[in-house]
């Protein structure tokens, strides 16, 4: 039942990480590859605390995907770039919806 939300959270995660690296590798952002690993390693936690502790999952994700789009959805309006600001608007979007369809679905 919770199966499509570990494995979003889990590439969503990754994805995060990656970006962070891609931030610090490009533009040389120490802020990009620390939020980054945070981000993304909370993102894995949520995802490994699938099905035994569900609601701790659901909740981690959709706080830290909420906080990415309050973060995101700004700069991407700002902007207008699609990277990094749109894609992680549009992931981080995608987990919130993947957040409450797994709450109701508990």
């Known amino acids: 039942m919770f199966g499509p939300t570990k494995i979003y959270f889990i590439i969503f995660g990754v994805l995060t990480i ?9 533009a040389g952002s120490t802020a ?3 939020a980054g690993s945070i981000s993304g390693v909370l993102l894995l936690v949520a995802a490994f605390l699938f099905p035994a502790k569900a609601l ?7 706080i830290v995907s909420l906080l990415l789009i309050g973060y995101f959805l700004p700069a991407f309006f700002r902007t207008g770039k699609m990277m990094p600001a749109g894609m992680m608007s549009l ?5 919130v919806a993947f957040a409450i369809a797994a709450w109701i679905r508990k």
Do not use: D, Q, R
């Open 18 to 26: 990656a970006g962070g690296i891609m931030g610090y590798v490009k």
């Open 56 to 62: 701790a999952g659901i909740l981690l994700g959709g």
């Open 91 to 95: 992931l981080s979007l995608i987990g």
């Open 32 to 34: 990009s590859i620390i």
